[in-house]
Structure formats: C-alpha cells, structure tokens
C-alpha cells in the first residue's frame, strides 16, 4: 500500500474545509531565478494550495503563447533541470504543507535519466509529475518508476477521450486528474460551461480521484464557476500574462512584478473560495 | 554498438504493437491526440489490406504523378569517377519536383477515407508543403501550411507556389521559426481541431503510425529499384546512398533491401560547416545527437547536456531538423546502414558538378548524397553497381546556390 502523498492529504483537508482547491501555474525561473523564487514562496500566501511548477522546454508542443514565451525566457536566463529542482527544495525549507507538481515534457526528463530525476525530485520534495507527451501507452517510461518511487502521476484528459479510453488514462493515475476543459493549446479559448459539469462528475465517478480542470481560466468569476463543478481550478496562462506586463524593454523583471502577479493570484483565489459559501 | 543491440530475423518487420523499432519511435504525445492517432492507425491498417485504395492510390501514381520514375544509368559522371556504374533513381522527375509526392498522396487518400476536411502540414524547405497544397487542390480539400518565418523568407518562390494552389500558409514565429517550431505549431492547430483535421507529416518522423506509414508509401521508390534494376542490369545493386534531413527519401530508397545482406547502404546528413565545429552548425542528429523524444518519437536529437534542442544548420533548408526517423536511429544503432555526412561545401560542388556532367540540376538535398558517391565510387570497381536517390530537382536552389557562389542573379 502506497502512503498517503502531500497531495492526497491537502484534497482531504479541502474536502473537510468543502471547499474546492486553486492551483497555480508558473515556470521555473521566468523570469529570472530569483523573481521566479520570490513568487513561488508568495503564492501559498496569496491563496494557492497547489503549485504546478513548469519544467522549460525549446518545444512546448501543447502550450500556447504565453507559456511558450514563458519557457524561452527562462531558458534565456540559464533554467535548467538542476535549478529547477533547486527552486522546489529552497521552497520546502519554509513550507512543508503546499504539494508541488512539475509540469513539462519528457524530454529534459529523459535526457536528465530517469532514475536520476527520480531521486533528485523525491530528495526536492517534488510531489507530483505532469509530463505532455506521456499518454498511458508510454506508462513503464516515466509513470511507473514515478509512482514506485512514491511521487504522485498525474494525466491530463481531455474532451476527446472517450469511454472506451478513460479507463486507460485513469489506470495509473494518482494524486488528482487533470481535465483540459477544451481540446486546443493551453489559454487559448473561453470556458464551455455546459459541458463541464457532466465531464467532471463522469472523471470523478469513474476515476475515485479529485478532478482538477484547467486551460481556459481567466478572471476570478471564471475561477468561480470551475470550482463550483470540479475539486479545483487550475490556472497558468492568465497569471503568466500578468508576469509579462510587469517585464521591461529587454524582458526582465519590473520592481512591480512579484507584487502584480501575488495580487491577482489572490484575486483569483478569492473567486475559487467564493464558489461554495 | 552493432554488437549489443539485438537484430531480428527480418530487419523489415517494424514497427512492434507499440510502434517501436527497437528503443526508438512510439507514441509521446498528448493525451488530446492519442484518439486520432489511434484511429489513424486503425484506418491505415484497414486501407492497407483495401485493393480499392491500393488501386486508386497506384492510378494516381501513374498519371498524376508520372511514375515510374525512371533508374538512369549515369554515364558521363561513372566515366567522371572511374569506380563504380552509378544510377540515378529520377524521383526529381515527380509531379511537384520530389518524392514528397509519393507520400502525400497515400495520406490525402487516407484523409478522405477517414472523411477528414481539412488538411494541414508542416514544411520546412517547402517541397513538403508544394506537394501538399498540390495534392489538396486536385481533392478540393481546405489546406494550411505552417512554415516557420525564418524559412519563408529563404524560401519565397515555393511560398508563392503555395498560395498560388489555394494553400493558406501560417508563418510560425515562435521558437526559431523553422521546421521544427513549424511541426510544433502544426500539432498546436491539429490539437485545436481534432474532429475534422488532418495532419499529413512529411517525413518518416512522428508518433506512430506516421514513420510506418511514410515509408510505406515512399517505398514505392525502392521497390522500382528493384525491378528496374534487374531489367537494366539482370542483378540487384551492391550499393545505395540518399540524403537524410528526416530520412523519408532515404528509407524509401532502403526498406525494401534491408535483408538483402550483401547490399551496402548508405545514408548521408547535412554537416553544414562540419560538426566538427559544435553544436548549431550542423544537422547530423546520428552523428553528433543523443536519443531523446521530440514530436511524438524517440530518435536521435540534437540537444543540449539539458534536454533542451538545439536547431540544425544546412545550406539546405530541407535537411536541418534537429532529428532523424526513428527507424534509421534503429538502423543506426543495428549496424544496418552506414550512416555519413556531408558539408555545404561537398554538397554545393556535388551540386555544380551533376549540373556540368549530367545536364540535371539536382535540389542540395541530394546534392549531399551526390557528395558522398564522388568520395566512394571511385574507391570501386567498375562492375559496382551504385544507386543514389534523385530526391529532388534544384530550380528551388538556384538563388541560394548562387548567393553561396557569390553571384548576383540578377546582373547576369
């Protein structure tokens, strides 16, 4: 029997509270190491209880602008693997209690060595793994050796998997599901209402796993509406927007930055927490 | 490494049921795509066994196409060399100037099987991108082409050809606008609209089944070899050569002889100004890569210490992706083809010298495989029988093969 990760613990603790969870996606070292460490530390107190931490990669094949943008900058400023892991265990030095979730491609994975990477994220205090382009087909590459070494994989499903499929996708799934409510590239089109409700509770039914819904999620009443289905919202692209206003000519950090990102993150969070009161 | 990779039987019967040749291939993408690339495999897999799709599609081959292309003995550039009879396999001679259109064909057939109504691609050099927009045109079907920016500024005339075939082409400019960010944005928009769109990738690359299925639709060239070369000469080959960017000319050329044990092959990639000379300078992912996984396969890559991949430089806008076909890192790594490379400067003089001996402007493409036959024919003996892959022709080459001979087109 597995024990219990981070991540199972902070959905029980939301479940008690009755609340739906808000997780936030930023990427390691954008735009600088630093700036990037400041807010990965503000963002529990702005309202974040998950943290989904971007891996940088050349070729984000699943990502739209922002995100793509977000990872060059970071690649420009000298992000690699190491110093995203340095990011996860500076952070846990101060906070024990926020799960962190390493999203990106296998790439940069692979090429680090998966065992290697293993270790080093367990050591980090990495709880979870969201890689792209792993569907279940390639599960013994990464998902498997993720989940003896007792980090938490978690899928991405999306409106095209069908029912013939989603038992595929949820076999090896832990932590939470991740549902992309709308086929396409991350932050590129408005939330499908109708739908979502219906697709959530049909994950949830069948996969027995908190189901988080993301790509999409703009503004706090966005926030809202998600976490009045699903066990939480995730949101990236819109928060990587404000992060992109707040850079100078040249691309690096404003001295509004940080502040920017932490209030509209709170503003976010505060659409979330409204949703079941 | 020929000793420790374990070789089957028939070197012809990959991929497995995970779309594996050896460790290399297989299927890393989204889960929002893993349906259409099911369903794509299921209906290849059907259209394959169809007589009716063989028919049309080899009807189309014959007089849409031109083929046969004709195996043409080499004269003057054999007499040239002193070593070995070289052949020219005549793909150039195609309908859109290349192989590309072999495989296009096969997939637009397939698209419409599948009832799909709109096609995209990605193209680099833009050969890839004219056969598509052509094939699209002849079918009535809405084509867009992703093209990275940089490129597009290389390659203006095949831009125009594009539009003047009623294709609508996208300039990428993300990542360093070339082919691979063009791949990249083409599986942006494909994720975008699933239902009714089809992807037609244009070389031997790819998530299962596309290097399958590519290569069993260019393998038509090979199979002509085989014939063409018995009538001409009574006997099959000693010996094959073809360029490789993604490698889908070459493994046309070489799948249907991989268990004819005593045929060399060779495969030759862009050096660009050597690789010697470092990373970004090059785009020989076999010879100066590391296995990593980009668009949908493992392969050979070339990347940083830290995953991270580095962009391909050749003179030819065709052969500089930063990977390789995942079934040639296979045969990399079995031993079965030699694998070699050959710089902008052995190219551009293999290029003037197929032009002055042969009367046939060849693309730099297989100017680079045409590199390689001047280094090895005259090392053989006469009655060698050689065959080089004529992928395609060069009039889209002549601006940069002039700026590259520092000569002003239009002063002439």
């Known amino acids: 029997m597995k024990t219990e990760t981070r991540l199972d613990k902070k959905f029980a603790a939301l479940k008690a509270e009755g609340r739906a969870g808000f997780v936030t996606y930023v990427m390691a070292g954008d735009p600088d190491l630093e700036t990037s460490f400041e807010i990965l530390k503000g963002l529990p107190g702005a309202g974040a209880d998950i943290i989904e931490l971007g891996m940088p990669f050349t070729d984000p094949m699943a990502d739209g602008p922002a995100i793509q943008a977000a990872g060059l900058r970071a690649l420009k400023g000298g992000q690699t693997m190491d110093k995203t892991l340095d990011l996860v265990t500076r952070f846990r030095q101060d906070n024990q209690d926020t799960p962190i979730v390493l999203m990106g491609y296998y790439n940069p994975i692979y090429s680090y060595g998966v065992d290697r990477f293993l270790e080093a994220a367990k050591a980090a205090g ?8 792993l569907p279940p087909e390639e599960d013994e590459e990464l998902c498997l050796p993720a989940l003896q070494a007792n980090i938490n994989f978690i899928r991405l499903t999306a409106p095209t998997t069908d029912d013939k499929r989603l ?22 089109r408005d939330i499908d209402s109708g739908g979502l409700k219906t697709a959530v509770q049909r994950l949830q039914t069948q996969g027995k796993l908190p189901v988080a819904v993301g790509f999409g999620i703009k503004t706090p009443s966005h926030a809202k509406m998600v976490a009045q289905v699903a066990d939480a919202a995730v949101v990236g692209s819109a928060i990587i927007d404000q992060l992109a206003a707040h850079l100078d000519d040249q691309g690096a950090a404003t001295e509004g930055l940080v502040p920017a990102v932490l209030t509209f993150t709170g503003e976010l969070a505060g659409g979330v927490r409204s949703a079941r009161s | 490494m020929s000793d420790s990779v374990e070789r089957p039987n028939s070197l012809r019967s990959g991929p497995d049921d995970h779309g594996r040749f050896g460790i290399f291939g297989g299927r890393f993408v989204a889960e929002t795509l893993m349906p259409l690339i099911l369903d794509l495999e299921t209906a290849y897999e059907e259209a394959k066994k169809d007589p009716a799709f063989k028919a049309e599609m080899d009807d189309l081959w014959t007089h849409y196409v031109g083929r046969p292309s004709p195996l043409y003995y080499a004269e003057r550039l054999s007499e040239h060399l002193g070593g070995a009879k070289i052949y020219f396999k005549r793909d150039e001679l195609n309908h859109t100037g290349s192989h590309k259109a072999n495989n296009v064909l096969g997939q637009i057939l397939l698209a419409r099987r599948m009832g799909k109504k709109r096609i995209i691609a990605e193209t680099g050099a833009g050969q ?77 690359a790819g998530p299962h089944p596309y290097p399958a299925m590519v290569r ?68 020989a992912s076999l010879t ?33 992706y930063p990977g390789i076909g995942p079934e040639h890192a296979w045969l990399h790594e079995v031993g079965r083809v030699n694998y070699v490379s050959a710089t902008d400067r052995e190219a551009l003089d293999a290029f003037q010298t197929c032009c002055r001996l042969e009367g046939i402007i060849p693309a730099l493409e297989p100017s680079h495989a045409l590199a390689h036959v001047i280094k090895l024919a005259p090392t053989l003996p006469s009655d060698h029988l050689m065959v080089m892959n004529m992928c395609g022709r060069g009039d889209k080459d002549v601006f940069t093969v002039a700026a590259a001979l520092g000569v002003d087109v239009d002063e002439n």
């Open chain 1, 126 to 133: 990495v709880d979870g793994l969201i890689v792209v382009d």
């Open chain 2, 216 to 283: 069993d639709f260019q393998s038509v060239i090979g199979r002509e070899v085989r014939e063409q070369m018995m009538a001409a000469e009574g006997r099959l080959p000693d010996s094959l050569v073809a360029c490789i960017g993604g490698g889908s000319n070459a493994m046309g050329l070489f799948h249907p002889f991989l268990d004819d044990e005593g045929i060399e092959i060779f495969g030759v990639e862009a050096a660009g100004r050597g690789v010697d000379q470092g990373d970004g300078h090059h785009a």
């Open chain 1, 167 to 188: 038992p595929a996708v949820l076999a090896n799934t832990s932590g939470f599901v991740y549902y992309v409510s709308m086929t396409g590239i991350t932050g590129s």
């Open chain 2, 128 to 204: 890839h991108g004219v056969a598509t927009a052509t094939f699209a045109a002849r079918f009535g079907l809405p084509c867009v082409i992703f093209m990275g920016a940089t490129d597009i500024e290389r390659q203006k005339p095949n831009v125009f050809r594009m539009r003047l075939l009623g294709a609508e082409v996208v300039p990428v400019t993300s990542g360093t606008g070339t082919l691979k960010d063009a791949m990249n944005e083409a599986l942006r928009d494909w994720v975008t609209h699933v239902e009714e769109t089809f992807y037609i990738i244009g070389t031997v």
């Open chain 2, 288 to 320: 100066g890569g590391r296995p990593g996984v980009l668009h949908g396969n493992r392969t050979y890559l070339l990347q940083t210490d830290d995953g991270q991949i580095i962009d391909g430089h050749s003179i030819s806008a065709g052969l500089d």
